[in-house]
């Protein structure tokens, strides 16, 4: 049966809690709006590797970007947890 989760972007004390949702529920898909405003809002936490060169660690999780995708309002990226 399909499960849908809906969750803000994590706050800097709550990355690693949002990974392990994103892990013990096995969610495949996550969509974030208002990506954006990660450069501008304080109370959002780094949760993704800032290139596809650099991995994220948030232990015990580690998130590497497989690809990266971007169209002129969007971007798709697929990660390995």
């Known amino acids: 049966r399909n499960q849908d989760i809906i969750t803000q972007l994590p706050l800097p004390t709550t990355v690693v809690d949002f990974w392990r ?41 580690h998130v590497n970007m497989g ?3 971007q169209g002129s309002d969007w971007e798709e990226r697929k990660l390995i947890v």
Request: charged letters at 15%; proline letters at 7%; hydrophobic letters at 40%.
């Open 67 to 69: 690809t990266l995708y």
């Open 21 to 61: 949702l994103i892990t013990q529920m096995k969610i495949s898909l996550v969509v974030a709006f208002e990506e954006q405003l990660k450069t501008t809002d304080s109370t959002i936490g780094q949760y993704l590797p800032a290139s596809q060169t650099e991995k994220a660690s948030f232990p015990p999780f």
